[in-house]
């Protein structure tokens, strides 16, 4: 069985600082992993999508990295900024749309 | 972006009533859709698969005589929480595809808090 770990449960940062958030998974036959970011009321909204066959995605001041060997992929944001403040899920899928989620890391950015 | 509207935002029912929650996707067709829930501290769990036209396939675990999922349209899926119990209390989420996307990014719907007195 699946199981996501997210490391840390919780950050909180000054604006400004550069962050890294970490996610694992047990087993690495996944056909891709995608990172969330989770506001109260507003459900998800996905960040970045990264195929089995990809090392890593860039957004903005976002980038994800992915190992599937290890089982391991963390979320890279610059510059943090108090409105980045919110859970961030990881989830991988063994297939498309079945996700297995971790349980989030709550990121507060203060001014 | 696709936009899944997903209605209540949040419920208060009585023990042994039936809860229905509806997901539409406003802006394009979703052939699949997913359901999920996610007890306090804990992470989102998926109960089924919904597809258009078809029965929705449940996760093991997930009774499907209690949870009802009903996918008519390209559009619309609902999900029926029947003789609600206070051990269903939960916020639900659904997910879709856009079938016409070669992406496979999903989007979600705000998520429904059900709270069962």
């Known amino acids: 069985k699946q199981e996501v770990t997210q490391i840390p449960a919780a950050l909180s940062v000054p604006e400004g600082e550069n962050l890294v958030l970490n996610c694992s998974f047990t087993d690495s036959a996944i056909y891709n992993l995608q990172w969330f970011r989770q506001d109260p009321g507003k459900g998800l909204t996905s960040l970045l999508l990264?195929?089995?066959?990809?090392r890593e995605q860039t957004s903005g001041r976002l980038n994800a990295s992915l190992d599937k060997s290890s089982g391991r992929s963390t979320l890279y944001i610059a510059a943090s900024q108090p409105g980045d403040s919110a859970t961030y899920l990881c989830?991988?899928?063994?297939?498309?749309?079945?996700?297995?989620f971790g349980q989030g890391t709550i990121l507060t950015v203060h001014p | 972006g696709a936009v899944v509207s997903q209605h209540p935002s949040w419920v208060i029912c009585k023990s042994g009533t039936s809860v229905k929650i509806e997901c539409r996707s406003l802006?394009?067709?979703?052939?699949?859709m997913f359901w999920y829930r996610q007890f306090p501290k804990q992470s989102l769990m998926l109960m089924a698969t919904?597809?258009?036209?078809?029965?929705?396939?449940?996760e093991q675990g997930v009774e499907k005589d209690k949870f009802l999922i009903n996918h008519a349209s390209l559009t619309l899926s609902t999900l029926t929480v029947t003789s609600a119990h206070p051990e269903d209390s939960s916020f639900y989420i659904c997910?879709?595809?856009?079938?016409?996307?070669?992406?496979?990014?999903?989007?979600f719907g705000s998520g429904t808090q059900l709270s069962v007195l």
């Open positions: 990264i195929q089995s066959s990809q």
């Open positions: 802006d394009f067709q979703a052939t699949t």
């Open positions: 989830a991988v899928s063994p297939s498309y749309g079945k996700l297995t």
């Open positions: 919904s597809n258009e036209g078809s029965k929705a396939t449940y």
């Open positions: 997910s879709a595809r856009d079938r016409t996307e070669s992406n496979e990014k999903l989007f």
